[in-house]
């Protein structure tokens, strides 16, 4: 069953290109067999708390749907990249 949901991913704040990133993260929602409604790229904004001694980073916040079976895969994936630092896959209502 296909399902809306939001993710928000936190990238490294040292990477060369933070746009090119958000859109590589968007090819693997893809490959997964999901479509992509909107990517929001917030830009650099001080953390929260600190990660690692990090203060900074990049977000992302993606609305997209997909299979429910593919978010674990997705989210196994996002942990083998060194850019994303954190992120988070919220199930949106359905309409």
Do not use: C
């Not at 991913?9 to 929602?29: G, N, R, S, T």
Request: proline share 2%; no cysteine.
């Amino acid at each position: 069953m296909v399902r809306p949901y939001e993710m928000m991913v936190l990238f490294h704040p040292e990477i060369e290109d933070h746009k090119a990133a958000a859109e590589d993260i968007a090819e693997l929602v893809k490959n997964q067999g999901g479509e992509i409604s909107k990517i929001d790229n917030w830009g650099k904004r001080r953390l929260a708390y600190e990660i690692d001694k990090i203060r900074e980073g990049f977000y992302s916040v993606y609305t997209f749907t997909v299979e429910r079976t593919k978010i674990r895969e997705m989210e196994r994936l996002l942990k083998l990249r060194n850019s994303v630092m954190r992120h988070v896959v919220v199930r949106l209502d359905e309409k």
